[in-house]
């Protein structure tokens, strides 16, 4: 199935029921017309961080599913894929072959290996140093292999997952027999996770090196456009990357935008959003929450550093349930500039805010992405933290079938349904269309949408100091915060 104009959820496979086949019938039940994609968080195989260090992708978790379920979801939803480009879980069968065959195996040349990509008396600190990194030290693990001998590997996420050099044939072959497998199976679109990291290069940061990152998406994408697939590169930096990506005609995640709606909503100040949306591609999805936490430095430049400082205090003192240690090494914490709470949360746990933020996202430029916790405005799960002392478990409940039946009884889901239904259905949200904004005063917004042609129009006037906020359609006032009725 083709990518549609439809809102995409955001889900793990077990998070709205228990596994796919229950993840079926909550979408079937509750969800029809709210949502028309399915972002399928990692199903695979895999030996840590919730997926993502998947060890076999020709085969589903059998905890989570088969391939019939994931097919049976593509057949009324458009869906995406996670292929982490990057990495391999050091469980998978190449990497085993490796450590037990050494040099005689056949998918030596699948690893950066560190002996062979530095020159003699290399890595120096500086090097070390160098490199962008996740964490504070040299992002190389080292290996015992079954002849008895050691040598070092390049790891940049954690002990699980080995980095794969993207450079070799033996990478190529498996990368070409990875995105047809998941055409195969219903994949409308791959999340390229973690694709910044993918080239290492000698002198060089080994984060998004140009000009070789684009021979490598360049690759990947005439792969993927032999069975009608799109990519869609996932990183978390500075905004100005993500509009070079889109300058050459992919689809972007707006991650900018969580950031700059806290800012707004907490400051009641409409100028920094204004501007934002003006900027921003068509080509896009858009995103409130995500499986991650709220990135701080994708904002960077959109506010400035003393309103993003503003806006990660203001989260601390207006959020609900949400601390700083949260986002800290004693949880587990992979990365400083992001914040760990759900959006709800973030807002406070207030409906009308919440609403806002929504309406917001809707009518932003590009296709809005609702992770699955924020469609069910779903609070901090500080039991499930507290748990398992991982930061971003926060955001991470798991839902079960009565408790859905519950939460989707709550007036606010309801209007966020209705909310999300109207965007899905209406031609004025048209890619191909225009956006329209204006600032009338300090803290008002007027955003419009129109189709192509012009002949559709929807308009969200908002006040973002009292929350207060209308939707209009061709003359007819679809949304009012005041009643908090559709």
């Not at 090196?209 to 697939?229: G, M, S």
């Not at 100028?271 to 709220?294: V, Y």
């Not at 109207?422 to 005063?441: K, M, W």
């Not at 419009?448 to 939707?471: M, P, Q, V, Y």
Request: glycine share 4%; hydrophobic share 35%.
């Amino acid at each position: 199935m083709k990518i549609k104009n439809e809102a995409m959820l955001i889900t793990y496979a077990d998070s709205l029921g228990k596994n796919m086949g229950e993840l079926k019938q909550v979408l079937d039940k509750h969800l029809q017309g709210v949502i028309g994609g399915v972002h399928l968080l990692p199903f695979f195989p895999s030996t840590g961080d919730r997926g993502f260090a998947p060890s076999d992708y020709t085969t589903v978790d059998p905890a989570l599913g088969t391939w019939e379920d994931v097919e049976a979801l593509g057949e009324d939803y458009y869906l995406m894929f996670d292929f982490m480009i990057n990495h391999i879980s050091r469980e998978s069968k190449f990497f085993q072959d490796f450590k037990k065959n050494h040099e005689q195996s056949p998918y030596k040349e699948m690893f950066i290996r560190i002996h062979e990509f530095f020159p003699e008396n290399r890595p120096t600190q500086e090097d070390i140093n160098l490199i962008y990194k996740r964490k504070d030290k040299a992002p190389f693990q080292t290996v015992e292999f079954a002849d008895g001998t050691t040598e070092e590997v390049w790891n940049t996420f954690g002990e699980e997952q080995i980095d794969l050099d993207v450079t070799k044939e033996v990478v190529k072959e498996f990368i070409r027999e990875t995105i047809k497998d998941m055409a195969n199976h219903g994949c409308s679109l791959i999340r390229l996770d973690a694709f910044a990291y993918a080239i290492k290069k000698l002198d060089t940061n080994d984060f998004f090196v140009e000009p070789d990152i684009w021979e490598l998406l360049d690759e990947v994408r005439q792969e993927a456009a032999k069975y009608d697939v799109e990519l869609l590169p996932e990183i978390h930096e500075h905004y100005s990357i993500q509009m070079k990506i889109a300058n050459h005609d992919y689809y972007i995640y707006d991650f900018a935008l969580p950031m700059v709606t806290l800012y707004s909503l907490y400051s009641g100040k409409s100028e920094r959003l204004a501007n934002w949306l003006k900027m921003s591609p068509m080509k896009q999805f858009t995103t409130l929450d995500t499986h991650d936490g709220i990135g701080v430095v994708d904002a960077r430049d959109l506010l400035t550093d003393e309103e993003l400082d503003y806006t990660s205090e203001e989260l601390y003192k207006v959020g609900a349930n949400v601390k700083k240690v949260y986002s800290s090494a004693n949880y587990n914490n992979l990365d400083i500039y992001q914040i760990n709470s759900t959006y709800y949360s973030a807002l406070g746990d207030n409906d009308r805010s919440y609403l806002l933020a929504r309406a917001i996202q809707v009518f932003a430029p590009g296709i809005p992405q609702i992770y699955y916790v924020g469609l069910l405005a779903g609070k901090n799960d500080i039991e499930l933290l507290e748990a398992t002392k991982e930061g971003r478990n926060i955001n991470r409940h798991y839902y079960d079938l009565a408790e859905i039946e519950e939460e989707v009884q709550r007036p606010v889901i309801q209007q966020l349904f209705a909310l999300l239904k109207f965007r899905n259905e209406s031609a004025a949200f048209d890619l191909d269309g225009t956006i329209e904004v204006a600032t009338p005063s300090e803290s008002e917004i007027v955003i419009t949408r129109k189709n192509k042609n012009g002949s559709d129009s929807a308009t969200l006037t908002a006040n973002l100091d009292t929350k207060e906020f209308i939707i209009e359609s061709k003359d007819i006032k679809i949304f009012t915060s005041v009643a908090l009725k559709f």
